[in-house]
């Protein structure tokens, strides 16, 4: 739903180009985004696993085909893997597997889509953070990857590495992941979670993980969605209640507090739809007005101004209904939180975008955007936006932690005045330069050790980023 010890940058690839087709299903990764449409894939999002693109580009910032062959029926992406079911109902996944999380029985990154199990009754599939988990037709559910807060087993710690069934005495309608805890609906209408607790994500105790699914609610549920460390749910009379922290605002509450309990949302709207990121949420009512609040500092809320949280429902304005959102997976790397941007669709099957595009996992040219952004290229995609690539030539561009300097190679195809350092929330970084002959010198040795994003934009359109990991020599 929203999710590397890598980053997610731009790639799109598109695979239909009808225009009056409709987009019936989004999921982000990390820093990702996929659009599937009548079977085909668009894809947004960093390619150091191959997991959004063939190509050998650790790093895509333009169109590109993508999976063409195959025709998928569900999609799920994570903070570095992916999951989808086919049309025959078979099991596929491919992506980063330090944890397992892809199934395929060892942690060997798998570069390809890869069939996970001779089933072919597969009909749901999720992914979380480093956690993957599938529902067969009857209702059975099957999780593995990161399991230290019980999310799989309450057996040990240990990851898993191939698809292990959970929880045989309840019938799973479906599941989602947050952070490091799950909540599931069973086919009956009630919400159980397990897992890490210690925000009260999970339910309101001083338990710091719930090994075991406990039923969180009398009534009857008709959404669930996990966040990093708070969660959501819809009720059948159509209720929204929010749960955990709200440090950055993620429950709707007022002040800033932790480990709440249930909290009810906008008691005089119906909902029909809660989606619950890295500390922001969005609500969805049955009249197709969308609802935000939480964490904001890169503008993925899409309301149009800088407030970095946000404590109140908003609504966001649109000239027509809304029909889906999705948030990015996030990820802890180095003390700090990625996954800081959204998508949704509106009825007509527009595609908007917003929040950080440090790494162009939105498509667009600019790096970040504070309001929602159409997506004009999402049917008609242009094979001359393709440019020659400068970050996969070997020694074209070098960070030199002694120096503590990025070194790049110029040419005379390419224009210094083109590139720019930005963090992971698309602010650009300042930095001294030089040119030393034929080589560009931006001197980085003032800046926090963390990731950067250095960006290529030449006066001709080409666009292209890579990944700068600034650390200690």
Same mark, same amino acid.
């Given at each position: 739903m929203r999710i590397l010890l890598l980053v997610f940058v731009s790639l799109i690839s598109y695979c239909c180009t009808a225009a009056s087709q409709t987009i019936p299903q989004v999921t982000c990764g990390g820093e990702s985004t996929m659009i599937m449409n009548d079977g085909t894939i668009v894809a947004m999002g960093s390619n150091f696993y191959n997991t959004v693109s063939q $190509?050998?580009?650790?790093?895509?910032? *333009?169109? $590109?085909?993508?999976?063409c062959d195959r025709r998928w029926k569900m999609i799920s992406a994570g903070s570095f893997h992916c999951l989808g079911i086919m049309e025959d109902g078979t099991l596929w996944? #491919?992506? =980063? !597997?330090?944890?397992g999380q892809v199934g395929t029985g060892d942690t060997l990154p798998v570069y390809e889509p890869r069939? %996970?199990?001779?089933? &072919? !009754? #597969?009909r749901f599939v999720e992914c979380g953070q480093f956690t993957s988990y599938a529902i067969?037709?009857?209702?059975? %559910?099957?999780? #593995?990857?990161? !399991?230290?807060? @019980? *999310?799989? =087993? $309450?057996? =040990?710690?240990?990851?898993? =590495?191939?698809?292990?069934?959970?929880?045989?005495?309840i019938r799973w309608g479906s599941v989602s992941s947050g952070g490091f805890h799950t909540l599931g609906l069973s086919e009956e209408g009630y919400i159980y979670g397990w897992g890490m607790n210690t925000a009260r994500q999970v339910m309101p105790s001083d338990e710091r993980f719930v090994p075991e699914p406990k039923k969180l609610l009398p009534q009857k549920v008709a959404r669930i969605a996990a966040g990093f460390v708070h969660s959501l749910c819809i009720d059948s009379a159509g209720h929204l209640f929010a749960w955990g922290s709200n440090a950055n605002g993620a429950c709707g509450i007022e002040q800033a507090s932790e480990g709440n309990g249930v909290n009810q949302i906008l008691s005089s709207v119906t909902w029909k739809e809660c989606i619950a990121g890295p500390e922001y949420s969005f609500g969805l009512t049955t009249g197709g007005q969308l609802y935000a609040w939480g964490l904001n500092q890169a503008g993925q809320l899409g309301l149009g101004f800088e407030d970095y949280n946000v404590f109140t429902p908003t609504l966001v304005e649109h000239e027509s209904a809304w029909s889906s959102v999705a948030v990015a997976e996030g990820f802890y790397l180095n003390g700090f939180v990625y996954g800081t941007h959204s998508v /949704? +669709?509106?009825?007509?099957? /527009? &595609? @908007? +975008? &917003?929040? $950080? !595009? @440090? /790494?162009? *996992? %939105?498509? %667009?040219v600019e790096n970040s955007v504070r309001s929602w952004t159409k997506l004009d290229w999402i049917h008609e995609v242009s094979a001359d936006r393709s440019c020659p690539s400068i970050f996969l030539t070997e020694?074209? +561009? +070098?960070y030199d932690s002694e120096e503590e300097c990025i070194r790049i190679q110029l040419g005379d195809d390419i224009d210094e005045e083109g590139f720019s350092l930005y963090d992971a929330y698309g602010s650009e970084i300042d930095v001294d330069r030089e040119v030393e002959g034929s080589t560009l010198l931006m001197d980085v040795a003032d800046l926090q050790r963390k990731r950067y994003f250095l960006r290529y934009h030449s006066s001709g359109g080409c666009l292209e980023r890579t990944v700068i990991d600034i650390v200690d020599p």
């Open positions: $190509s050998a580009s650790p790093i895509i910032a *333009q169109p $590109s085909e993508y999976i996944g #491919w992506g =980063s !597997n330090e944890y069939r %996970l199990s001779e089933a &072919t !009754n #597969w067969a037709e009857d209702g059975a %559910l099957f999780g #593995w990857g990161m !399991n230290r807060a @019980f *999310q799989i =087993s $309450s057996d =040990s710690m240990r990851s898993i =590495s191939k698809p292990r069934k959970m929880f045989e005495h /949704a +669709v509106d009825e007509y099957g /527009a &595609t @908007f +975008v &917003t929040g $950080s !595009n @440090f /790494a162009g *996992q %939105l498509g %667009l020694g074209k +561009v +070098v």
